[in-house]
Nanobody, 122 residues
């Protein structure tokens, strides 16, 4: 099973930017879907963005459209999430994941990283 490890989280003021990275121990494109999810205390894990590894098609939660960008580097087995114009409500633990099937739903993902914390202050 491919191991996933996130990095790049931290604390930032509202309006700032962060770039999350996810390093995969194996061929990330062996999974049909790769995505970023987040979870805040007391809330369910929610999809942030996903990418179809075959052709790079992307999808985003409405709350992050126009601010976040998901990308992949298949040669390096890396997944990225560029986050701009961050808001306090973006504060959460962010996870990368791989899976197959319907890429927009968390239940399609069976391989998860440990997460990286993002904190946005107002």
């Amino acid at each position: 099973q491919v191991q996933l490890k996130e990095s790049g989280g931290g604390s930032v003021q509202a309006g700032g930017s962060l770039r999350l990275s996810c390093a995969a121990s194996g061929y990330i494109a062996s999974s049909g879907c790769a995505g970023w999810f987040r979870q805040s205390p007391g809330k369910e894990r929610e999809r942030v963005a996903n990418i179809l590894t075959r052709d790079g098609s992307t999808g985003y939660a409405d709350s992050v459209k126009g601010r976040f960008t998901i990308s992949q580097d298949k040669d390096k087995n890396m997944l990225y999430l560029q986050m701009n114009a961050l808001k306090p409500e973006d504060t959460a633990m962010y996870y990368c994941a791989t899976g197959g099937g319907w890429c927009a739903v968390p239940t399609s993902y069976h391989n998860w990283g440990q997460g990286t914390q993002v904190t946005v202050s107002s």
